[in-house]
């Protein structure tokens, strides 16, 4: 089973066709080429990135005493993409006002958006843990603080 976590445009309410299905887990792709992944799913900033380490790292192989770290760190900055990939892509749409709706576990994408609709419908049963606006927003007042309210700088 894979977790996949749902995203909405900001422009609609509720589920909708142009729902998005992220996959959160490890991508083998990602961990052998990290950066055609980012391109790929249009991470454009962090592809130039990892590449630019990449390219970093290879130019400093020759050096004395780096030898193992050259072979080693390209494989580190891939496993990094594999494992955060997907939360790159889901911090994107949340920065474009995508809004995320849901979270459930799937075998697949097929049956991921079966139950986040058949869900839906059903009002938000079958194993589907969904966020509503008042829920996600943050709670900054001194009453939801678990401990009283924040003290002050200035103070003793």
Avoid: C
């Avoid at 977790?3 to 998005?20: C, H, N, Q, Y």
């Avoid at 576990?105 to 969904?130: L, N, P, V, W």
């Amino acid at each position: 089973m894979k977790r996949f976590r749902v995203f909405e445009p900001p422009d609609i309410v509720g589920a909708s066709e142009k729902a998005l299905f992220v996959r959160d887990g490890f991508s083998l792709v990602a961990l052998l080429v990290p950066a055609l992944w980012l391109l790929w799913h249009r991470l454009f900033l962090a592809a130039i990135a990892v590449f630019a380490l990449d390219v970093l790292i290879a130019w400093q192989a020759g050096t004395k005493g780096f030898g193992i770290a050259a072979a080693a760190l390209p494989l580190l900055i891939g496993l990094l993409v594999a494992l955060e990939g997907p939360s790159l892509k889901a911090w994107k749409l949340r920065r474009k006002g995508w809004r995320e709706t849901a979270a459930l576990m799937a075998s697949d994408r097929a049956e991921a958006e079966i139950r986040y609709y058949a869900g839906m419908a059903a009002g938000g049963e079958d194993g589907i843990r969904t966020f509503d606006a008042a829920s996600a927003a943050p709670q900054n007042s001194d009453e939801s603080r678990p401990f009283g309210p924040a003290p002050s700088p200035l103070s003793d």
